[in-house]
């Protein structure tokens, strides 16, 4: 039914008028919990629309975890950002997270490569503003570079729309999904325009420069939203360009690249001095490995999809954590964060949890992911590709774990301080635990 489709872009949209209210808060919370509703109902009665929209099994499972991480950031943020009260800052941070789950969900379920394009475009104008709620020097320079490099990358996916319209007469996704396509040259600079492009919002290296620093600077809710969401609905406009210009010289170019990236965060890991930051080099590897197990296909895609969700759960559930902590402690840097367990004891355990969900530990929703996408590169043959980025993800495994276990099980010299509100704790405890939960419930389902 279009209708629910329509309701699931709109409320999150026109929710964003609740700048004007004195009830903003609830009002936000509201809204969102209804966004995740519906997108509930899109996926438990499989609804099927058509016409404007196109909504298939890939983009149902991606808006359903796009409205829980949406509802999930907006209930921390009324707690995290307490200080702020009624301030302006607060109601047009809110609006703008409404605006930015909306434009989000508007990117899922289009049927047109143009209002894709529009729709991820959109996705940077609405997150840029989030970045600077506390207006700081660091925070807008982070969005600064933000804005820049990824608008650059989407110049350069715009060249991939208009390839795909010379090559084939329409953008429309569900016409071209349909049809049996001769690969050309007009079609591989589409594919090659597009990784360029899109994968600059996906964070793929070397168009990665500005993920590290949006992230470590973004409120943590933010950054959640950023690495949980964000990122895979980029995947996900970048997949439906290479179901139609994916030729196996692209095929290997999206591994190339991929590797790149896996390769860039297992060396930058182990020099990481900030935890967001630590966690945002692993989001890299986490979204390389994700256009992998697209790329491929097959049970490769299927562990794709596995790891997208559990990674969206695993990694909020890492920066919610994050944030209790710096709301607690104000510091930022790893060396300065030690005996978690003792001046933390409600928390610090969430912070190691959600630190071994994103890096694979099983048993996982990520491990169950990963492996899903390492038996297709093994069915594809690509053992030496599995073989390497097996001993890059072991580093950055050991890398992200090490440093978690120094700022919780180590001795500090620091009284117990004063924790995070309860339903902050509560929001990352349920992430972390979503993230293996959603996924095994998803292989029992039978994946897609």
Known sequence: MNLLV????????????????????????????????????????????????????????????????????????????????????????????????????????????????????????????????????????????YVVIVSSGLAISLISIIMIYKAFGTLDISVLLAEKHVYTPITEIAGATALIGFGTKIGIAPMHTWLPDAHSEAPSEISAMFSGVLLPVAAYALYRIYQVTGSPRMEALYIFFALITIATAALMMPSQRFYKRMFAYSTMENMAMIVIGLTIG??????????????????????????????????????????????????????????????????????IGVFLIFLGLADRGLLAVAAIIAVMMLVTFASVNMKVLSMTLSVGKDQAIQEAGRLQRAIAVSSVAMSTVVSVAFLIAGGI
């Not at 936000?28 to 009665?45: H, R």
């Not at 969900?105 to 959109?122: C, K, P």
């Open 6 to 145: 329509l309701l699931l872009i709109a409320i999150p949209a026109v929710s964003s008028l609740s700048y004007f209210s004195r009830s903003f808060r609830p009002l936000s919370a509201v809204a969102a919990f209804i966004t995740l509703c519906i997108a509930a109902v899109i996926n438990v009665f499989s609804i099927s629309v058509s016409g404007f929209f196109l909504v298939n099994e890939m983009s149902r499972i991606i808006a359903l975890t796009v409205s829980a991480v949406y509802l999930l950031s907006v209930i921390f943020a009324l707690g995290y950002h307490h200080h702020l009260g009624e301030s302006r800052n607060m109601r047009l941070h809110l609006s703008m997270m409404h605006l930015f789950a909306s434009s989000m969900l508007f990117s899922l379920t289009v049927d047109n490569y143009g209002l894709l394009w529009i729709g991820i475009e959109s996705t940077t104008i609405t997150s840029a503003l989030l970045l600077v709620i506390e207006e700081n020097k660091l925070n807008l320079e982070a969005a600064w570079r």
């Open 298 to 367: 097959g049970i490769g895609f299927t562990g794709a999809i596995v790891l997208l969700v559990s990674h969206a759960f695993g990694k909020a559930g890492a920066f919610y954590s994050s944030g209790n902590i710096i709301s607690a402690t104000g510091k930022k840097r790893i060396d300065e964060v030690k005996g978690l367990r003792d001046t933390m004891p409600q928390s610090w355990y969430v912070l190691l949890l959600s630190s071994l969900a994103v890096t694979g530990a099983p048993p996982s929703g990520t491990f």
